[in-house]
Structures are given as structure tokens and as C-alpha cells.
């Protein structure tokens, strides 16, 4: 049985320039480096940066990370001010904003959790929505 999410690869074509990104500018914490990739943490998540042929998703498919209420509007503007490219207006709830990293791949910083979008669905559902 799955326990819980146990780390995230993201491929990068220049491992430099994406350690800076994810470690300088969203804050992730560095914890090794070698020739061809390396290893950051965030909170309990591992996150592996690992030089590869790049190939982001052209669909919705993204990977996103919580920041707290008080601090997505300066948090946001660190990060838009770095130059980073938004991919998505937010339309759904709680504070999101939608970012590339350097390779291009989808990222979103989240005020919500999973909680907080299961009480907006009681009150506006998606069509078709089943509850388990």
C-alpha cells in the first residue's frame, strides 16, 4: 500500500541554472550536487534535479507546492521578479500562481490544501462530481 509521495525527479537541460532557480529564487534547501544532477529538499518532500533530454508536458499535468496565506503575495513577487513566466491564470480556489521553470515545465504555488478545495465543491461543484 502507498504511504505517501516519496520524491519528485525533474529533468533539466542546465543543472546550474535550475539549482539556482529551485534553491535561490523558490527556496528549496540544496543537499548534494554531482556532475549530473542533485538532490533539494522541501519540508519533508526530496526533490532530484537530473540532466536529461528535456520534454515538459504540453497538458495541464504540473507539480505544486504550499506557501502560506500570509506570505503568497511576497513570496509571489520574488518569484515573478526573477523573470519566471506564468503558464495559467488561477480560476479555482485559493491564491495560485502558475510558473515555468527554466526547462519549461509547470509549477504552482498554492495557498490551500485538499481540505480547503473540498469545501468549495459542496458549495460549487464540478460537473459531474462523484463523492467517494
Known amino acids: ?17 535550475s539549482l539556482t532557480f ?10 548534494v550536487k554531482w556532475d549530473s544532477g542533485a538532490y533539494l529538499s522541501v519540508s519533508d ?9 528535456v520534454s515538459p508536458a504540453k497538458d495541464y499535468s504540473h ?8 506570505d503568497f503575495h511576497s513570496y509571489c513577487s520574488k518569484v515573478l ?27 504552482e504555488i498554492h495557498v490551500g490544501s485538499l481540505e480547503s478545495r473540498l469545501e468549495e465543491l459542496k458549495s460549487s461543484p464540478y460537473k459531474g462530481l462523484k463523492w467517494y
Open 45 to 53: 518532500l526530496w526533490v532530484c534535479l537530473s540532466v536529461d533530454d
Open 1 to 17: 500500500m502507498l504511504k505517501g509521495l516519496n520524491h519528485i525527479t525533474i529533468a533539466v537541460s542546465e543543472l546550474e541554472k
Open 81 to 107: 521578479s526573477s523573470g519566471a513566466e506564468t503558464w495559467k491564470k488561477n480560476t479555482s480556489e485559493g491564491e495560485s500562481l502558475y510558473i515555468l521553470d527554466p526547462d519549461g515545465h509547470k509549477l
Open 63 to 70: 507539480i505544486s507546492f504550499t506557501v502560506a496565506e500570509a
Open 22 to 31: 529551485y534553491a535561490s529564487i523558490l527556496g528549496m534547501k540544496p543537499v
